[in-house]
């Protein structure tokens, strides 16, 4: 089975500076990872995919993860943060074994302080 | 433009109505999903349809019916509206046969059952 834990439900940080949203999975097998940010009032929009091609994934709007699987982590950084960047996000995780399901962590709301 | 689109963006009810969410995606995608994020943000799948066969159906009150005229729709009506129906229920779709395909989310509709 596949789970995923974002540690911190809520992270502040000052605009410029950088931004680390934690995500740990649980897979029996290789997973695929995602980022997604939802913004207030509407639906998950798409940041970045882990798809085993490169440990490093950059994704839109400056947002880049690393996957390290000796840790089980696919953490979330951006190096400035701008105002702009507040929001939810959330992790989540499928692998082929799980036909169809994914499965979302409890998301990381983010406030940029000016 | 191509989308997940979703209708009615908002539904404020009464308990004990009966309602219906429609869904459309003109992605080309196989397989599409209800899921349900509550006031703490929290993200639960309640269906997921595969060319508008059944296939994941979670632990949802059978007041919810979902159906898939075609592939490009998924429905969701609900019966019997209850208070703890209220939340936003998001539909998405993805490639089934692309493991790494990641989910494309509508915009949601805001529930409220008063």
């Known amino acids: 089975a596949q789970s995923v834990t974002q540690l911190g439900s809520h992270v502040s940080v000052s605009e410029g500076a950088l931004v680390l949203l934690r995500c740990n999975y649980s897979?029996?097998?290789?997973?695929?990872l995602f980022w997604y940010v939802q913004y207030p009032n509407q639906g998950l929009q798409l940041l970045l995919k882990?798809?085993?091609?490169?440990?490093l994934v950059k994704g839109i709007n400056g947002f880049e993860a690393e996957f390290k699987k000796s840790e089980t982590s696919f953490h979330l950084t951006k190096p400035s943060a701008h105002m702009s960047d507040a929001a939810e996000y959330f992790c989540?995780?499928?692998?082929?074994?799980?036909?169809?399901?994914?499965?979302f962590g409890t998301g990381t709301s983010l406030t940029v302080i000016p | 433009d191509t989308a997940v689109s979703q209708t009615p963006k908002y539904l404020v009810t009464q308990m004990g109505n009966d309602k219906s969410i429609k869904c459309e995606q003109n992605?080309?995608?196989?397989?599409m999903y209800w899921y349900k994020q509550d006031s703490k943000k929290f993200l639960k799948i309640m269906f997921s349809?595969?060319?508008?066969?059944?296939?994941i159906n979670e632990t949802v009150p059978n007041r919810f019916s979902p159906k898939s005229p075609d592939k490009a729709h998924l429905n969701l009506h609900i019966n019997s509206l209850e208070l703890g129906d209220s939340a936003v229920y998001f539909c998405?779709?993805?490639?089934?046969?692309?493991?790494?395909?990641?989910?494309?989310f509508g915009n949601g509709t805001r529930l409220t059952v008063t």
């Open positions: 882990y798809t085993s091609a490169a440990t």
């Open positions: 989540a995780v499928s692998a082929t074994n799980t036909g169809n399901q994914f499965y």
């Open positions: 349809y595969n060319n508008k066969e059944l296939i």
């Open positions: 992605l080309g995608h196989d397989t």
């Open positions: 897979s029996s097998v290789p997973p695929y």
């Open positions: 998405a779709s993805r490639h089934s046969d692309i493991y790494n395909s990641p989910l494309h």
